[in-house]
């Protein structure tokens, strides 16, 4: 592990008990030479933050498929600022509808990746805008 690695936390906030979807992005990024720690399933955005904080990651993209993205991520976005985490990105994924993605995005969710997201367009988006370590 270099020093420079992007370290990038997913999580599955909220009650969805699917991630298939979210263990191919952590495969693909970890493929892509990052650092990936999985949270695993019904992650409350308190335990995401927590972690997040307690793993110093450089980004959190968050998972959902239940229609409670327009609270769940905002949330974890508000405790992530008030924990100190300014220059951590935070990006979704998901079933979004496109009207919601402009809410999230003024709500401080740097990105909302849909079904049918090149894993390159992902890869190439944390790259970029991810705070780096080291």
Do not use: C, N, W
């Amino acid at each position: 592990m270099t020093e420079d690695r992007i370290r990038v936390l997913l999580a599955k906030p909220g009650l969805d008990g699917h991630d298939r979807g979210v263990k191919v992005i952590a495969r693909a990024l970890r493929d892509a030479g990052m650092e990936v720690i999985y949270t695993g399933l019904r992650q409350t955005p308190e335990q995401v933050v927590s972690a997040s904080v307690q793993e110093d990651v450089d980004a959190i993209g968050l998972s959902i498929l239940s229609g409670a993205h327009m609270t769940l991520f905002p949330r974890v976005v508000e405790l992530a600022r008030a924990a100190g985490l300014d220059d951590v990105i935070i990006f979704g994924g998901g079933i979004i509808p496109d009207d919601d993605i402009p809410k999230l995005k003024e709500q401080g969710v740097a990105e909302i990746f849909t079904p049918g997201a090149r894993m390159e367009e992902i890869i190439e988006f944390i790259r970029k805008h991810a705070r780096r370590h080291g």
